[in-house]
């Protein structure tokens, strides 16, 4: 692991930035600042906004409304027409990158199809749909309750939403890091 | 040979991906197949989100302010987070309750733009009802939210390490 990461692992498993562990870290790199502040900042929000804990059932209230709904999606589905307008002005959904991949395959073996790129189960149906994020993008795709997918990409450089992509790489530590101790 | 070439260097360029810097140096055509004994540390979590209350689950108290930011006007129950090195075609499950389970694969673990690809699927009791192929960079989530009729969010969430 290079050392930004394990700084970054540190600060977000909740290490003190002034202590001696990481201090001397954060005065010489400045990605590594901005990240403890970003997490200071979060912490300080979260303190300040904490809701009261939920009775232990409420949760599994809630499941059981969702499990009485009607939730059968249709599948395949392909994309709606307003989902496939989204997609086709996002830059960074690549069209080009589906033709390069197609021709690619055409063109390494025209008949049998690339055992990397096709649907890895036999029993699946083909995916409908194909996304690509960015470095720094937050893709979101959101189904719909009648099936439709939607994407929706958020870009801290254009929405300077900087502070999701800490909390996004913060939830991704933590997810790790539970999961890991299951094991 | 020469067609071929640049062909795929017009591809290139409606993808997006700016003109090669030397034309020339395009060579082998194909980007080169990743190593076979190459893997990735893969997490796949589940998360029920619910806009009618910001109830939070207490095992996702450190991460509650990040989840808000991501999440505004939420509360929030962990269902299940399941993490994996997976080789290519390897594949991981999240059993999130009421049958639902999300699935990832991994199918490139290194493009030539230094991205991995994953197949990802959600299916209730076996019945698959979403499948995707997302292609992303490393150290990034990407999140897939199935909403339910009374507004509740199973939030996925999936991210990938080196
Ligand atoms: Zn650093």
Redo the contacts with the bound molecule.
Sequence with gaps: MK??DK??RSLSAGADPAGPELAP??A??E??AD?AESITALDAAWSATRPAEPPAQLFDQIWSRIDAQPTRLPFPAGPSRAALRRLAAAASILVGLGLAWLWGLSRANPRQPDPRTSPPLATTPAVAYQFEAEPGETLFLHITPDGRVEADIRDPATTSETITVAAEFEILNFMESQAADAL | MKFLRLLYSALLLVAGFGPPRVAAQLSPVAPPPPPANATRQVTVFGILATPSDDALDPKLEPIAEQLRVLFPGHGFRLLGTETRRLRVQGDLTCDLGLGYAAHARLINPLDSNGKVQLRFELDRYGQLEFATLVTTPLNQLFFCDRRFPDGTRLVLGIGVRP
């Design positions: 050392p930004c700084i970054t870290h954060l010489a790199c990605r590594c990240w």
